[in-house]
T-cell receptor, first 111, second 113 residues
């Protein structure tokens, strides 16, 4: 079983729609979770951090965490073409394990 | 506050050569992690350093090595380069090993010919 699993996509949504990105992880000791956005040819950029079960909202982004199900998701409301990128899910480092990334979901927002 | 600085940004090397990449973390951050990213691949973890000690290591051959200095700057070295080592090498800076946000440098794109 991979440490972090994401659907590779591409996930295609029309402009203005809600994009839903999902991630599952295997390490039950994970206490923190991060979402990164990576444009083609660029380095990953941190866009959301979540540490507790439930929802965390930041602008158009909402992260959702369910530790019992080992599941974390990212919702992007009012999707824009500029949101087209690869989104990487990453359980935080634990000391025994470094920050670990999923393979990413490619999002395409159609104008 | 300055971000994570990686040098050089681009590098072309010949098979069999060795290469050294550098990463200066955010001021005050004591942990640096290195990742390799190849086309179509996710971020593959290489190693993680904290206070000059390697704390975690990924599944890469011994040709890949690294170190961290007392000022938290880190270098990684790849010896006997192979064509398959062509990749974007990224370093990430955090202020501790556990549950903290990591910030990436712009990366070094290495091409082996």
């Amino acid at each position: 079983q991979k440490e972090v699993e994401q659907n590779s996509g591409p996930l295609s949504v029309p402009e203005g729609a809600i994009a839903s990105l999902n991630c599952t992880y295997s390490d039950r000791g994970s206490q923190s979770f991060f979402w990164y956005r990576q444009y083609s040819g660029k380095s990953p950029e941190l866009i959301m951090s979540i540490y507790s079960n439930g929802d965390k909202e930041d602008g158009r982004f909402t992260a959702q965490l369910n530790k019992a199900s080992q599941y974390v998701s990212l919702l992007i409301r009012d999707s824009q073409p500029s949101d087209s990128a690869t989104y990487l899910c990453a359980p935080g480092g634990t000391g025994r394990r470094a920050l670990t990334f999923g393979s990413g979901t490619r999002l395409q927002v159609q104008p | 506050k300055a971000g994570v600085t990686q040098t050089p940004r681009y590098l072309i090397k010949t098979r069999g050569q060795q290469v050294t990449l550098s990463c200066s973390p955010i001021s005050g951050h004591r942990s640096v992690s290195w990742y390799q990213q190849t086309p179509g691949q996710g971020l593959q973890f290489l190693f993680e350093y904290f206070s000059e000690t390697q704390r975690n290591k990924g599944n890469f051959p011994g040709r890949f090595s690294g170190r961290q200095f007392s000022n938290s700057r880190s270098e990684m070295n790849v010896s006997t380069l192979e064509l398959g080592d062509s990749a974007l090498y990224l370093c990430a800076s955090t202020d501790s090993l556990m549950n903290t946000e990591a910030f990436f440098g712009q990366g070094t794109r290495l091409t082996v010919v």
